[in-house]
């Protein structure tokens, strides 16, 4: 609107100045045209008088011309307003002067005689006079006047119609600006989705809304996949075993994972202000790793009873050092250390008898060689016995360590736990009837999905314990149930029974509720965790129930196929 308004002023000025000009061109074209006609007439009429009809026509005609006839001298002889006599000589008027030298002579000045601005045109006519039409300036701005005001209202429908234009013009130009506008604000609002750029007919705002359009898409792809990154990130930290703190110079926590709060705090992670100041060790560990970048883990008991391994290096993340701790619970590998150790005292243990007696049998026996002496039957009988036990320590080792490291993956197939038990009862019938102890089988002829040997080999196990610390005289027997949880063989023998005290450890390698008397009767003490390795290999479990003077009763449990 303001470059409409200076158009619209200057197109109005420049027209006024150009139609005053045109109009002053004009009356000074008219003014010369009849001093021509009035210098012909006076050519073919010499003799014409100044009160002649044809000159009082003109001059009545012509109501607002001056006519004035002036000689060569300057002196007036006619002038159409004033009478001649009284007025001056005009010899030195500028019109005059310019029609002496020039076909007309042209003068815009305020009138002597008559006291008012007039136009003047002079011309030399050949008589020797000069002829001088004037023309008063007020009907000049008259003429101006009507002409200004035919500019003011063009100018106006001029104003209206740009004015219209320029709106129709915006709309279209704003109509585009505006989807950048929108783009923009979905940008700023971090609001993307599928944009297409709005067709404007001025290229320049097309190749703005494409390139907007391109730069949201751009970052819309960009920010899609690092949320799928941060997402893949988070999802890595969060399912991590071990605990993740990362922080600042200033010990201010920057990241840490969802393991981190139990490992590190012992909390919950609904406890979202955790701060490393409040825990004195850890802080210390933590300020440790800045200063010195290398420092031996360190181990945390928890008041929950968890051992936890803390460990720390430092990295740089462009401006400052960054420190970062990693927690991992250790308590199972301290709990698998005490065992392993214990494991070891254990089979040496174990070991120690058999191979001490055999060495004191051979040095008993060198002995005998060299002075030439009997050596008892017993003796040898018993060192043999021995060796035997030596040999059934380290197949059961073997067995262990091969159920053990296998995770599980055995080969298992139908079997009839029919044809399974019996196979069994035939192996330990002999052992049975040396103490007269009855088997009794009480299962159904099921199918089961397990390994044969294996499976035999822990139900022999079962078996050859039932018999050996059951009385002579009695029952032992075997039966199976079934349930929506799979199969279950029960060995159920009439024994002295097991005090609870001793039902948590049974299945512990070299556990025995009587040492002496296991020893005695050949035990190595891993039967029964051989049982439970392959109950758990089969992907079950195996159990025990005890009455103190009435028996015990066996359990191995098979899930369904």
């Known amino acids: 609107m303001v470059l409409l308004v200076v158009a619209i002023t200057g197109f109005f000025w420049v027209s006024t100045s150009v139609a005053k000009q045109y109009i002053q061109d004009q009356t000074i074209q008219n003014l010369s045209n009849q001093l021509t006609i009035i210098e012909r007439v006076f050519q073919q009429r010499p003799n014409l008088a100044f009160n002649d009809e044809w000159l009082r026509a003109f001059i009545i005609n012509h109501r607002q011309h001056r006519l004035t006839v002036i000689k060569t001298n300057g002196h007036v002889i006619f002038d159409s307003n004033q009478p001649a006599d009284g007025m001056d000589n005009h010899l030195n008027r500028p019109e005059i002067r310019m029609a002496s030298t020039s076909p007309f002579g042209v003068a815009l000045r305020e009138s002597k005689t008559l006291s008012k601005p007039l136009v003047y045109v002079a011309k030399l006519a050949s008589n020797g006079h000069f002829y001088r039409v004037a023309v008063p300036l007020e009907s000049l701005r008259h003429e101006w006047g009507r002409v200004q005001q035919k500019i003011i209202i063009y100018s106006i429908i001029v104003f209206v119609f740009c004015l219209l234009l320029t709106f129709v013009m915006s709309h279209w130009i704003a109509s585009p600006i505006q989807q950048s506008i929108v783009v923009l604000n979905a940008i700023k609002n971090r609001e993307f989705y599928a944009m297409s750029p709005k067709k404007s007919f001025i290229r320049e705002i097309n190749n703005l809304n494409q390139s907007l359009v391109d730069v949201a898409n751009n970052i819309s792809r960009f920010i899609a996949k690092q949320s799928k990154e941060k997402e893949k990130k988070d999802l890595i930290l969060n399912n991590m075993i071990n ?301 025990v129930k005890s009455t103190v003077g009435v028996g015990t009763t066996f359990t191995i449990h098979l899930p369904k196929k």
């Open 243 to 543: 605990g993740l703190i990362i922080y600042d110079s200033h010990m201010g926590i920057v990241l840490m994972n969802k393991a981190a709060f139990g490992l590190f705090f012992n909390a919950s992670q609904s406890n979202a202000t955790m701060h490393l100041s409040d825990y004195p060790e850890l802080f210390s560990f933590a300020q440790d790793i800045l200063k010195t970048k290398d420092v031996d883990p360190i181990e945390i008991d928890h008041g929950n009873g968890k051992t936890i391994l803390i460990s720390g290096s430092i990295y740089s993340d462009g401006t400052e050092p960054r420190g970062i701790l990693i927690a991992q619970d250790i308590t199972k590998l301290k709990r698998l250390e005490s065992t392993r150790q214990a494991f070891v005292a254990n089979v040496s243990h174990e070991l120690k008898t058999p191979i001490t007696f055999i060495r004191s049998m051979f040095e008993t026996l060198i002995i005998a060689k060299e002075k030439q002496l009997d050596v008892q039957l017993s003796m040898i009988k018993k060192g043999v016995l021995h060796s035997d036990r030596l040999t059934q320590i380290i197949d059961d080792l073997l067995q262990l360590s091969k159920l053990e490291t296998s995770g599980g993956a055995i080969e298992k197939y139908d079997v009839s736990l029919e044809q399974l038990i019996g196979e069994v009862v035939n192996h330990c019938h002999t052992m049975a009837d040396q103490k007269q102890i009855h088997i009794r089988l009480n299962h159904n002829d099921v199918i089961i999905h397990a390994n044969q040997r294996l499976l035999e080999q822990a139900l022999k196990n079962l078996l050859e314990n039932a018999i050996k610390y059951s009385k002579n005289e009695t029952t032992v027997t075997i039966f199976s149930t079934r349930s929506d949880d799979g199969d279950m063989i029960h060995v159920q023998d009439e024994g002295p029974g097991i005090a609870d005290a001793h039902i948590d450890k049974l299945f512990q390698r070299f556990y025995r509720v009587d040492t002496a008397r296991s020893r005695e009767m050949g035990g190595t003490g891993l039967g029964l965790a051989i049982v439970k390795h392959i109950a758990i290999a089969h992907g079950g479990r195996a159990s």
